[in-house]
Structure formats: C-alpha cells, structure tokens
C-alpha cells in the first residue's frame, strides 16, 4: 500500500481548507518536533472540539471545526485532517459497537429505535516505526470527569453515556507513545482499516432507513446532545447550587 495514501487530502479530510489552515497557523503546530505535534493535535481534538453528536458521518473535517462537537467517526475525521495538514501518516479503523455504549446519553425512544449496531472508528497513527491505535479522542476531559463523578463509586468495567472502559477511574486518555481508548469494550464487530474515512464510509455506514435519518438528524442528536451538555455541566451545577 503506497504510504503517500496516509497523507493525501479527500472529499471529507480537507485540510487545504482555509479554516484549517487557520487553525494550525495560529496553533504554531508545524513548528513544533513530531511527537510533541502528535500530542498538541491529539489534545486539541479531545478538549477543545466537544463530544457530541453531528448530523452525519460524512461532513468533512472542515465542517466538525465549525461545529465545535463531534462523536468518534467525526472527531476521528477532523483528527485525521490535523495529522496529515502536518506530515503525520494515518488511517482509520472500522467497527461496530453495542447500543449499550450510547445508553445514558441516548434515551428513551431516541435509545429503543437506535439500532443495535453503532457505526463507529478510531484513528491510527503511524509514528517511529509503530502504529499506535487512538481512540480516547472521542469524549473531552470535563465530559469524562463530570461522568467519573457522577459514577464515583465505580472501581472498574464502566459501559454507558458513550464510555466502555475496565478501569472507569484510570482510563488511558493521554497519547505518550500509547494506544488510548475509551469505547474499545464496547466493539462487537471490526471491519478492519481504510486509508481515509471516505473509503470507509464507501463499504460501512451506520444503517438507518430514511425515516429513522431524518428523526436522528432533526431530533434525536440534539436530545442526545442536551443529554451530553447535563453530563458535562454537572459539577458547575453543583457549585452553582
């Protein structure tokens, strides 16, 4: 497989966009060595873009800027846009995962017509020789610690609001020559790896028929989305009370 496919522009990682040329000038991350841009670009895609839920898997990298928020295969888009703007190899890994995962910030009927099967990714970077598995991207830090929070007395296996994880306290999150995950033991089925999301998204996709697409994008990602927004403002709330 030519290694040129791990860094080359597509539909979807548009990083000759003007909005991402503007992001990495102004974040200075060229001018940084390789691993601490790896670990700048990383951080910023798992703090300063929110988890949350887009209107479809597709938008390119540009688009999950302006949002502000994403979920894996959003997130994992832009993160990939980020890595190659830079020089930094990368591909992208398919799955499914269990519906339970999405329990908490997907409820009601929003959770019972969601399919049992969740399209879902993670990025792979190729780095010193290594291909190390990035996934703990997906869910911010505040998000993630409001949840610990809420769930303090969980010690270990944690599956729900979008986290399935061993050790609810001590997930690995932060990339320092390390797999990082943060939905992994959620994953029922794997689809194996694709040079660029557009590739992926060609042969897999979530599988919704047209009534259930349109009731996701118009309201059941934003109930999901006010589910996840509660999550993550629990402690301000808190000191707030």
Same mark, same amino acid.
């Given at each position: *497989?030519?290694?040129?496919?791990?860094?080359?522009?597509?539909?979807?990682?548009?990083?000759?966009? #003007? #909005?991402?040329?503007?992001? +990495?000038?102004?974040?200075?991350?060229?001018?940084?060595?390789?691993?601490?841009?790896?670990?700048?670009?990383?951080?910023?895609?798992?703090?300063?873009?929110?988890?949350?839920?887009?209107?479809?898997?597709?938008?390119?990298?540009?688009?999950?800027?302006?949002?502000?928020?994403?979920?894996?295969?959003?997130?994992?888009?832009?993160? *990939?846009?980020?890595?190659?703007?830079?020089?930094?190899?990368?591909?992208?890994?398919?799955?499914?995962?269990?519906?339970?995962?999405?329990?908490?910030? *997907?409820?009601?009927?929003?959770?019972?017509?969601?399919?049992?099967?969740?399209?879902?990714?993670?990025?792979?970077?190729?780095?010193?020789?290594?291909?190390?598995?990035?996934?703990?991207?997906?869910?911010?830090?505040?998000?993630?610690? #409001?949840?610990?929070? +809420?769930?303090?007395?969980?010690?270990?296996?944690?599956?729900?609001?979008?986290?399935?994880?061993?050790?609810?306290?001590?997930?690995?999150?932060?990339?320092?020559?390390?797999?990082?995950? +943060?939905? #992994?033991?959620?994953?029922?089925?794997?689809?194996?790896?694709?040079?660029?999301?557009?590739?992926?998204?060609?042969?897999?996709?979530?599988?919704?028929?047209?009534?259930?697409?349109?009731?996701?994008?118009?309201?059941?990602?934003?109930? *999901?989305?006010?589910?996840?927004?509660?999550?993550?403002?629990?402690?301000?709330?808190?000191?707030?009370?």
């Amino acid at each position: *497989m030519d290694g040129k496919n791990y860094l080359k522009p597509t539909r979807m990682l548009d990083y000759e966009s #003007s #909005s991402i040329r503007k992001l +990495i000038e102004k974040k200075g991350w060229k001018s940084l060595a390789r691993f601490e841009q790896i670990k700048a670009i990383y951080n910023f895609v798992r703090d300063e873009i929110l988890f949350g839920y887009n209107v479809d898997d597709d938008i390119p990298a540009s688009k999950v800027l302006r949002d502000g928020y994403g979920q894996c295969n959003t997130k994992g888009t832009l993160f *990939m846009a980020l890595l190659r703007s830079c020089g930094i190899p990368c591909r992208v890994h398919g799955f499914t995962i269990d519906k339970k995962l999405q329990k908490g910030a *997907m409820t009601g009927f929003v959770y019972k017509n969601a399919p049992k099967n969740v399209f879902h990714s993670w990025v792979e970077i190729l780095f010193e020789d290594t291909w190390y598995e990035l996934e703990a991207f997906i869910l911010d830090k505040k998000y993630l610690e #409001s949840l610990q929070d +809420i769930y303090s007395t969980c010690t270990g296996n944690f599956c729900g609001f979008g986290c399935a994880v061993k050790d609810f306290k001590n997930p690995v999150i932060d990339f320092n020559r390390n797999n990082t995950y +943060i939905q #992994s033991e959620g994953i029922n089925q794997d689809f194996g790896v694709y040079d660029s999301p557009d590739e992926l998204l060609r042969q897999h996709h979530q599988d919704l028929n047209p009534l259930k697409k349109f009731a996701f994008r118009h309201l059941g990602r934003h109930l *999901m989305n006010r589910n996840v927004k509660k999550i993550r403002n629990h402690r301000q709330a808190i000191t707030n009370g």
